[in-house]
Structure formats: C-alpha cells, structure tokens
Antibody, heavy 130, light 108 residues
C-alpha cells in the first residue's frame, strides 16, 4: 500500500541543526511532489516547502528561506528536510506529505497545481530545548 | 492579502449540515483543498480542487466555490466528525502553499 515512513523523534539544543527524512513506498518515488508541513503544539498547520521529486526543484516558504533545505535521493527513494539555527519556536511535529497531482513527474508543475496532500507520514516530533 | 480565513469554531447538532468556510482574495484563481485532523493524527485529505472528493471519503462531504469563499459542507453530521478542519490553497503567484488557521467543528 502507499505509505510514507518518517525518521524518529529528535531533541536538539538552540542553534543546532536537524535532519528529518521520509521514505515513501508503494508508488514510483519520482512521480509525485513531496511537501513538508509542521504543527507546533496546539497550533495549526504551517507549510515549510516542497520538492518536485522528478526534477529536484524546490520551493520554500519565505519564512524559512536561508535555514531550510529540502533534498531527495532518488536511488534510495528518500526525501530529507534540514533546518538550521534552531530555536524554541521550531518545536513541532514535522510531516512529509505527497501531493496528489499526477502531473508533477518530470514535467514542471507549480505549487498552485496541487491536488491536495493525499498521503502523509506519521510525523516526526522535533523538540528544541536547552 | 494572501491570507486564508476560517472561522475558529463551528457548532452543529447531530444530523444537521455543517458548513466550514475558507475565505481569501486569491480563491477565485486558486483551488482549495480540505483536511480533517483528529487529535494526535496526521491530517486526512477530504476534498481537493474545491469540489472533488477523494476515494474513501463519504458522500456526506461536499465542496462549494463561490468566488472568494470556498465551503466544506458535511451533511448528516455525526459525533465522529467533531475535530479540526484546515483549508489549503496557494498565494496569488502560485508559488507558496497557504493554510487556513483551522476550524474546530463541535457536534452539540
């Protein structure tokens, strides 16, 4: 079945960096874009960025530009989020989610061409604490 | 403004129809998608491209687009529908994802 499995929980000190990975399965890894979304305790959903897996192109929320990197390894079918200069406000559950659009394989597709996020990972809790 | 505005709470009696709105200046030009999120779980896509229902989502869920406001309607509301709902769209340039602030649906 189609699923996304994410890496385990992380505890980091302020100023450190964190990497969270996700491994989709059950479909062709390069056929769909992947998004990263986070949710702070008791708060709503916040979009961090997206990777067009087939082309390797990324789009980032302006809020995180400069300290966020999203990448993918097509040989291992893994996508990775890297966030640096961590602060307490980065404490959240981080989700990797597949974009349902079937048109983001090797052809260019914008964020606006999304068909919604139809498969989500289980979430990775990242805690920033001194 | 590119913000997506949702009412913080919506209350409805069992069996009635709940209507959750998502408003924004970009919505006449950008699609809206909806998620249901239960406590401690990842969100679930319940509507995409304004009015399309993913497979496995009950027909009780429907979507409507009226320009700057898109509505998720849940007919025959059940106790199990009581949870948080989020809308998702794009900015005016189509470069960034926007989420609404979320609506907590309460079944009275």
């Amino acid at each position: 079945q189609v699923q996304i499995v994410q890496s385990g929980a992380e505890v980091k000190k302020p100023g450190a960096s964190v990497k969270v990975s996700c491994k989709p399965s059950g479909y062709s890894f390069t056929a769909f874009a992947l998004h990263w979304v986070r949710q702070a305790p008791g708060q709503g959903l916040e979009w961090l960025g997206r990777i067009h897996v087939g082309r390797g192109e990324t789009q980032y929320s302006q809020k995180f530009r400069g300290r966020l990197t999203i990448s993918r390894d097509t040989s291992a079918s893994i996508a990775t989020l890297a966030l640096s200069s961590l602060r307490s406000e980065d404490t959240a559950v981080y989700y990797c989610a597949r974009d349902a659009s079937p048109h983001c394989d090797t052809t260019p597709c914008s964020v606006a061409e999304s068909w919604g996020l139809d498969v989500w990972g289980q979430g990775t809790t990242v805690t920033i604490s001194s | 403004s590119d913000d997506l505005i949702q009412p913080p709470t919506v209350s409805v009696s069992p069996g009635q129809t709940a209507k959750i709105t998502c408003s924004g200046d970009t919505l006449p030009r950008q699609f809206v998608h909806w998620y249901q999120q239960k406590p401690g779980q990842a969100p679930v896509l319940v509507m995409y491209k304004d009015t399309e229902r993913p497979s496995g989502i009950p027909e009780r869920f429907s979507g409507f687009n009226s320009g700057t406001t898109v509505t998720l309607a849940i007919s025959g509301v059940r106790a199990e529908d009581e949870t948080d709902y989020y809308c998702h769209s794009s900015d005016s340039g189509g470069d960034y994802v926007l989420f609404g602030g979320g609506t907590k649906l309460t079944v009275l």
